[in-house]
Structure formats: structure tokens, C-alpha cells
């Protein structure tokens, strides 16, 4: 009924919370930006260095199953409004189309595309790391 993830370093979004999520396990994470953001309001934010704190979450959720079945419910609503594999791809594909109408380039140098039109504004951009849910708009 929950997914403890301990991970420690950096995380964007963790895939394993929101496969979880999608079937209303709760997530119970580490205090990384991605899991943070994905875990608020439907599970438990741990520091990372404190495994005790995973454990009181885990015992909490234990001892009050009406809290376990509304977070798990919270779990899957947020799967559903936020997560889905449509919505991300429509959100990624909002982030691509958002660099390509603002003539925004990168990574690379200037000679990587040769000439480019008048009016570009060159800029190295990292798209490994998409944010999803940013209004690119």
C-alpha cells in the first residue's frame, strides 16, 4: 500500500512514485525537488539522511488505515490530473514547440546549425530535464 523510496542525489521525477500512484500505492520519498513535488498532498516528504523518519511515516500509515485509504485515494487523483503518460507527452511536446516558436537553440555553439535565421536568439538549452506542468504558453 506504499512506496518507500529513499533515494538520495538528484531526481527530477521519479518514474517507480508514479507508477505507484497510478494504482493508489502512497508515496512515502526522500526530500529530492522531484519527489517533493510529486509526493506533497498525497503521501510523506522524509529528509534524506533520516531513516527513522521513513519509518514513522510507514507505522503512521499502519496504525490509521483511514489515513492510508485517503492518501492513497489522493495518490491516484494526482496521478490522474497530473501524471498521465498523455499529459506528459503533451507537455513535453508544449516545451519543444515553445523553443521552436521563440527560434531558441541549443545545446551547441552557433556552428553547430550554420547560419541561423535572422532573429534567433541563441541559447543552450538542456532538455533532459523537463519540468512537467510549467504553462510554456
Known amino acids: 500500500?506504499?512506496?518507500?523510496?529513499?533515494?538520495?542525489?538528484?531526481?527530477?521525477?521519479?518514474?517507480?512514485?508514479?507508477?505507484?500512484?497510478?494504482?493508489?500505492?502512497?508515496?512515502?520519498?526522500?526530500?529530492?525537488e522531484g519527489n517533493i513535488r510529486i509526493?506533497?498532498?498525497?503521501?510523506y516528504v522524509c529528509l534524506q539522511k533520516e531513516p527513522w523518519d521513513f519509518a514513522d511515516a510507514?507505522?503512521?500509515?499502519?496504525r490509521d488505515r483511514e489515513k492510508?485509504?485517503?492518501?492513497?485515494?489522493?495518490?491516484?487523483?494526482?496521478?490522474?490530473?497530473?501524471?498521465t503518460s498523455e499529459r506528459m507527452a503533451r507537455e513535453v511536446e508544449e516545451y519543444y514547440l515553445f523553443f521552436l516558436r521563440n527560434r531558441i537553440w541549443g545545446p551547441g555553439t552557433d556552428s553547430d546549425y550554420g547560419e541561423l535565421p535572422e532573429g534567433t536568439v541563441y541559447q543552450s538549452v538542456w532538455l533532459d530535464q523537463i519540468y512537467v506542468g510549467t504553462d510554456f504558453k
Not at 509526493?39 to 503521501?43: F, T
Open 1 to 32: 500500500n506504499v512506496n518507500v523510496n529513499c533515494s538520495v542525489g538528484t531526481e527530477t521525477t521519479n518514474l517507480a512514485l508514479l507508477e505507484g500512484m497510478s494504482i493508489g500505492v502512497v508515496p512515502i520519498a526522500s526530500d529530492l
Open 39 to 43: 509526493s506533497e498532498d498525497c503521501g
Open 58 to 62: 510507514v507505522e503512521e500509515l499502519y
Open 68 to 83: 492510508l485509504r485517503a492518501l492513497s485515494r489522493a495518490a491516484k487523483e494526482k496521478y490522474l490530473a497530473k501524471y
